[in-house]
C-alpha cells in the first residue's frame, strides 16, 4: 500500500537506499556500517597500567565526551577472542586511565600501539613513547599528546550480547599544552586533531565553516 507523504517528505523517485535489518545482521556487518557511518569520530589514546605495573597505551575510536558537569569521557572497549583488551582489563582493575589526545605529530606512534602487544608487553617501551607521571591516578601520560586527561572509572557498562562495554571516566584533571591553550580557549584547529573513519583511514581538519549557535530559529 502506497503511504501518503507527510509534508516535508520527499517523493523523488531518484531517492536509492540499500535498507538493512539491524535486529538482523551479523555481527561483522553490524561493525562494518556503524564504523563507516559514525564518522569522523574523536581518537582517544588511552594510557593505563596493570596491576603488575606494565604501562599500556592503544587507540580507541569509539569514544567521546558524555558530560561536563562534571566532566566525563566514555570509550567502548569490545573483547578480544572472548578476553579483555588490555586497557579495558586495567581500567577495571585500577578504576584508572588517562585520554591523550593525538594530532597529527603522534598519529603513527599511537596507531603502532593498535598492534597485538601480549600483556606483559609495554607498547610504551617496545615503541620508546616519552611519558610524564599522573598526578591524580598512577597511570603516566603521553608527554608528546597536546592535551592528556587524568581519569576515575565512573562506571563500566556492558552492552547487548555482551561483547561491547562502555567506560565512562570522571576527567579528574586536564593537562593543556601552552602550544594549543591559551588560558581560556583550546585552539583545537592549531592543535591538528585527527580523526577515524571507516576502514583503515585517519582524516585531519578540512574545510572549516564558522557559525555560532543560534537563538533564534533562521530565517
Ligand atoms: C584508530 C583505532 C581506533 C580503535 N578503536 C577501538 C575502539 O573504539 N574499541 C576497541 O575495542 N578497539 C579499538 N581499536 C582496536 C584497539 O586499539 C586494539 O584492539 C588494541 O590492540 C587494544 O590494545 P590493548 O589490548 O593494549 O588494550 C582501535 C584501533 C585503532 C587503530
Redo the contacts with the bound molecule.
Keep these: 500500500m502506497a503511504v501518503a507523504a507527510e509534508p516535508g517528505m520527499s517523493t523523488m523517485p531518484s531517492h536509492d537506499f540499500t535498507t538493512l535489518d539491524a535486529t538482523a545482521l551479523d555481527t561483522a556487518t553490524a561493525y562494518r556500517l556503524l564504523v563507516g557511518a559514525v564518522v569522523p569520530r574523536p581518537?582517544a589514546w588511552i594510557t593505563t597500567r596493570g596491576k603488575d605495573g606494565v604501562v599500556?597505551a592503544?587507540?580507541?575510536?569509539?569514544?567521546n565526551y558524555v558530560a561536563h558537569s562534571p566532566p566525563m569521557v566514555a570509550?567502548?572497549?569490545?573483547t578480544?577472542d572472548g578476553q579483555l583488551?588490555?586497557?579495558?582489563r586495567n581500567i577495571v582493575e585500577t578504576g584508572e586511565f588517562v585520554v591523550n589526545v593525538p594530532n597529527v605529530e603522534v598519529m603513527e606512534l599511537m596507531?603502532g600501539c593498535?598492534?597485538?602487544?601480549p600483556p606483559e608487553t609495554s607498547?610504551v617501551e617496545a615503541l620508546g613513547i616519552d611519558l610524564l607521571p599522573g598526578q591524580r591516578v598512577k597511570v603516566p601520560r603521553v608527554a608528546a599528546a597536546p592535551i592528556q586527561m587524568e581519569c576515575r572509572l565512573e562506571r563500566a557498562i556492558t552492552l547487548g550480547r555482551g561483547l561491547n562495554t562502555l567506560y565512562i571516566g570522571e576527567v579528574l584533571l586536564f593537562h593543556l599544552s601552552s602550544a594549543v591553550f591559551d588560558g581560556r580557549h583550546v585552539d583545537s584547529v592549531k592543535m591538528r586533531p585527527i580523526c577515524?573513519l571507516g576502514g583503515p583511514l585517519y582524516a585531519e581538519l578540512g574545510t572549516l565553516h564558522n557559525r555560532p549557535q543560534l537563538q533564534k530559529p533562521p530565517k
Design positions: 581518537v599500556n592503544a587507540p580507541f575510536s569509539s569514544y570509550v567502548n572497549i569490545g578480544k583488551k588490555d586497557t579495558a596507531h593498535s598492534a597485538d602487544y607498547e577515524r
